[in-house]
């Protein structure tokens, strides 16, 4: 009977494993996404440098994942291991609970055949649950960390509960060596791994003592005391220790001498406990080293950084930086237990008082606004930091998502409403609460049966989800949605929903008299509702097969560039694309890409002064290194050069070098620009070169003779007398220090995706090329740049767009939102051709990117839309203008109705709020008047913002007048103003004539 259910477990275990790699495999990306997956495939490709604290083991085990795969599948192939990960957690949830209900019900060489039907059918359930939820199949088909993090969670788990079912048996101890060799191992994947110690310590706890309050309290204790001794000991102050040998020898002895020093104290202590038979001793020796082997694979961070690769973020090269990139130091950290805190009387952070617990500790003015609206610390963390970033996550996965629209809700209250909000978004995902209540039975029939190893899995579960939310205590407007940080706890939470479904049918036994046919029939019921229903629901939404934006979008920015062009980029999301299409696919390998928001550490200046990237030279910068090292010490603020004065900058354009450059007759062959770069680690040497491929598409002489602008500045604060005191970033003082330093000589681009204060108020100066945005010294007035329809054209045609046009490809909102912002340089393209009076080639461009870019795969925004339609209208092609326009008259009408009704209520609102500041009880109370002040104040933000809203509906609704009047349609025209005037009460003023439409329309799109 054994060898048959062990057989019988395998097979099914494996076919958990089967089914949910391919769910993953027909779903999995094929190549590089956005955000972070583009930079884990460039880095593990050639093993180079990612962000901090970085992940070597999963580095290593992408190397070999990609070394033997041609250039094309490297990408998919490192897709493929999270995938594979993912797909073995599956299989260890449904084992472990085989474990968990082998515990409560014995061995199963005892149980009925309708027993052991339930046991595996609702371990299944449970894992297929899990392979289909939200969360993890995002994380399982991209080249994330969190999916083979997790695996070695589920692989802690399982193996402890293995263990303590031999755990009197001799050798049982080989089991929590492995355990602590795999935390060890895995610290070089992620961190989150390490919270399954509080498991492992309540499972050890359970087995070997017999509870009670004092012995429960010893042994949380000596887990906290392994957590701390692991992190942050171990993998923070060890190394800081090493780097502090030396000083504190006297300079004799160094870091290396402290790790020697280190395992020698180890072997010693080894040998020592086993000779004199200290077996406790021995095996938690035993147990640290393998910790240590297994955290040792950082070594390859630092060894790797000192080979200087193209992708070396923090340069960890010596201990000092490598201490700090274990850090995080440049993220900051957030207080977790005490510090200053928002205060709602002041409206401002409390520098005069530390709090317990701080909440709301940034400084930054929009998160100010945003703690505003929370009543205390408590509020905030409750509503905000819980309920909005953890259980709205948790609904997403076990309840129904809303939408793909970040800070959307999940489906808490609209499960069963027959119009929900955002029912048309393609992630509106709606399971009817069956795997929440299922695994809430779970929950319930585990601490009914097993109350010891049901609080193990709670602490698992608050461990990998409440803890993580005390201890990273985020503040508002998070740039992306994080719920991949918390797929622990729904692991967690899936183990009873496995639980739950065994429980049911074990519950239903006597009912059913043991009918092995109806609890068939029960168990496929639940697998269809459960699993099923989440995987029909997810099954659009996380398919990825046909997802090539990111590195098409890398492709098209890469070409926009000429050849050898300097290209500033804004951050994570527009950056690690381009270093995952030169670092793998070695295209365009010429452009020197400069992230902005790195540009503001002295490590990053300094790679982009002295080190050569492949083709692409040193960016010209005229700081010496030692400047460079000092480049943060103006956030003191303590000289008169840390402020900025606004003022008018000035470059000169020295027409006669230049036109040696770009005019004068070639030395070598004109056509080969690499043969004349000068190779090696010198600076880039333009004199005597003749390079007509970087030059400006101008003569020289038709340029500028200087460049000269107003810039303002960003503002800091107010003096004593209320006047705006100015400041610059450390990016913002280098992005003018290349611009003088390159002296018109290698193009300079900024990507379209650059914040408008990020190009220093260039804007006059600034010529759009396909997706970037080329620095040219000819002035122009043009409120977005200028465009030379030849140029941007040329760019246009190189772009790549696959997929896009594909209806049954599914884009993220990230995604669409990029992909809608190609619209904007290809009306630029149409609007350009309109000005030359060339209406044919105007709509010609319109049409080719809505061939590329339909709108019935990439919606976009109404503005986007409208915009589309507006200058089909102006190119006379009114068929396609009017297919838009009346499109999206609907939406329109429908978002200032709401956007009424909104208005109304928050006035009321603040009606309300006066009457009480105007009470007697109020004015006499500080407390209350300062709170409700704050209150009235967070009010008028909110309608200041309501009230924007509405003007941007009634801009729309006016273009779609506009398009009406144009086609001829004025009964359809008076009609929508006739609808607007009702539905506003008058309050908003719309055209009645043609005339004035076009009036008012040409005030926002010119003529």
Request: one cysteine or more; charged letters at 20%.
């Amino acid at each position: 009977m054994q060898r048959d259910h062990k057989t019988i477990n395998r097979l099914l275990a494996g076919l958990i494993f089967a089914i949910a790699f391919i769910i993953y495999f027909l779903t999995i990306a094929p190549t590089a996404s956005f955000w972070d997956p583009s930079e884990r495939i460039a880095s593990a490709h050639t093993l180079q440098i990612p962000h901090p604290p970085g992940a070597p083991f999963y580095l290593l085990l992408g190397r070999l994942f990609a070394m033997f795969m041609p250039t094309e599948y490297v990408s998919l192939s490192i897709n493929m291991m999270s995938a594979i990960s993912s797909a073995l957690t599956v299989m260890l949830l449904y084992l472990i609970v085989v474990r968990l209900i082998r515990v409560i019900k014995g061995h199963p060489d005892t149980y009925s055949v309708y027993d052991r039907f339930a046991m595996y059918s609702g371990a299944a359930i449970g894992a297929l649950a899990f392979s289909v939820s939200d969360s993890h199949w995002f994380v399982s088909v991209e080249a994330e960390t969190y999916a083979m993090s997790l695996f070695f969670t589920a692989l802690v788990v399982w193996l402890s509960l293995r263990w303590a079912e031999i755990h009197d048996k001799p050798g049982n101890e080989r089991y929590l060596v492995l355990i602590t060799f795999l935390f060890g191992i895995a610290f070089g994947i992620h961190l989150l791994n390490l919270l399954a110690i509080f498991f492992v310590g309540l499972i050890v706890y359970f087995r070997k003592f017999e509870f009670s309050i004092l012995s429960f309290l010893v042994a949380s204790a000596a887990t906290i005391g392994a957590f701390l001794l692991i992190f942050p000991f171990t993998i923070i102050q060890l190394p800081t220790l090493a780097g502090q040998f030396s000083f504190l020898t006297g300079g004799l002895l160094g870091p290396v001498a402290f790790f020697m020093l280190v395992v020698g104290l180890l072997a010693f202590g080894l040998y020592y406990t086993q000779v004199r038979g200290y077996r406790i001793m021995n095996l938690l020796l035993l147990s640290y080293t393998c910790i240590l082997i297994g955290f040792s694979s950082y070594t390859l961070i630092y060894v790797r950084s000192m080979t200087n690769p193209p992708i070396d973020q923090n340069n960890p090269d010596n201990v000092d930086r490598f201490i700090s990139y274990m850090k995080r130091e440049q993220y900051g950290q957030a207080p977790l237990f005490t510090g200053n805190s928002f205060n709602n009387e002041i409206g401002d952070i409390d520098r005069r008082s530390t709090k317990f617990f701080p909440r709301r500790h940034s400084p930054d003015a929009r998160h100010k606004e945003k703690y505003a609206e929370y009543s205390s610390d408590w509020s905030y963390f409750w509503n905000y930091q819980i309920g909005h970033m953890y259980f709205r996550y948790f609904n997403w996965n076990f309840i129904g998502r809303s939408s793909d629209v970040q800070d959307t809700p999940s489906l808490l209250r609209y499960a069963f409403s027959s119009d929900p909000p955002h029912a048309d978004n393609p992630a509106h995902n709606n399971y009817w609460y069956l795997p929440f209540l299922l695994g809430f039975l779970g929950l319930l029939y585990h601490f009914s049966t097993d109350w010891k190893r049901a609080f193990s899995v709670l602490v698992l579960f608050v461990a990998t989800g409440i803890a993580i939310v005390i201890f990273l205590n985020q503040t508002p407007f998070q740039p992306r949605e994080r719920d991949y940080s918390y797929i622990g706890s729904f692991f967690a939470f899936s183990i009873w929903i496995g639980m739950g479904a065994s429980g049911l049918l074990f519950m239903l036994r006597e009912l059913l008299k043991e009918k092995l046919p109806v609890a068939i029939g029960i168990a496929a019921l639940l697998l269809i509702l459960v699993p099923g229903r989440m995987m029909q629901q997810n099954w659009f939404d996380h398919d990825r097969s046909n997802n090539y934006v990111a590195p098409d979008y890398a492709y098209n920015l890469l070409n926009s560039v000429a050849p050898y062009g300097i290209l500033f980029t804004n951050g994570d999301n527009d950056t690690f694309p381009l270093w995952y299409l030169q670092e793998v696919k070695g295209i365009r390998t010429d452009v020197r890409i400069v992230c902005l928001s790195l540009l503001n550490t002295d490590w990053y200046i300094d790679q982009m002064k002295n080190r050569w990237n492949h083709d692409a030279p040193p960016v010209p910068i005229s700081l010496t290194d030692d400047e460079i090292s000092r480049v943060e010490d103006k956030y003191r603020f303590q000289r008169a050069t840390d402020f900025w004065r606004p003022r008018e900058i000035s470059v000169p354009v020295d027409k006669d070098y230049l036109r040696s450059i770009f005019e004068e007759p070639a030395i070598g062959e004109a056509g080969d620009i690499s043969s004349q770069l000068v190779t090696g680690p010198e600076a880039f040497r333009p004199e005597g070169v003749y390079l007509p491929d970087l030059g400006f598409g101008l003569p020289v002489d038709a340029l500028d003779d200087e460049v000269r602008w107003f810039y303002e500045g960003n503002m800091l604060a107010r003096d004593s007398e209320g006047n705006p005191i100015y400041y610059t970033r450390v990016q913002d003082d280098l992005v003018l220090d290349i611009i003088k330093t390159n002296n018109w000589v290698r193009p300079i681009y900024f990507a379209i995706t650059v914040s408008r204060d990020a190009q220093l108020s260039l804007a006059p100066y600034l010529r759009l090329e396909g997706k970037a945005f080329r620095l040219v010294p000819v002035r122009s007035d043009v409120n977005y740049g200028l465009l030379d329809p030849a140029i941007h054209g040329e760019r246009l045609s190189r772009f790549r767009l696959r997929e896009v046009n594909n209806e049954k490809a599914y884009f993220d909102e990230n995604t669409r939102r990029m992909l809608d912002n190609y619209r904007t340089v290809i009306t630029r393209q149409s609007s350009a051709y309109m000005e030359l009076g060339q209406p044919d080639r105007a709509s010609y461009w319109l049409r080719w990117g809505e061939d590329l870019i339909p709108f019935t795969t990439i919606p976009g925004d109404r503005s986007s839309r409208i915009t589309y339609a507006y200058r089909y209208a102006q190119a006379q092609d009114m068929e396609r203008a009017m297919n838009l326009a009346s499109g999206s008259e609907v939406e329109a009408f429908g978002s200032l109705r709401r956007g009424i009704e909104r208005l109304d209520r928050l006035e009321n609102q603040m009606d309300e709020l006066r009457a009480q500041a105007a009470s007697p009880a109020v004015r006499t109370n500080v407390s209350r008047r300062r709170a409700i002040e704050n209150e009235l104040r967070s009010l008028n933000n909110r309608i200041q913002e309501y009230s924007m809203d509405l003007s941007f509906d009634n801009s729309l609704l006016l273009v779609i007048q506009r398009i009406y009047f144009m086609d001829g349609n004025n009964e359809e025209a008076l009609r929508m103003a006739e609808e607007v005037t009702t539905l506003t009460s008058g309050r908003i003023s719309f055209p009645t004539t043609a005339e004035d439409s076009r009036n008012r329309v040409e005030r926002i799109f010119g003529s």
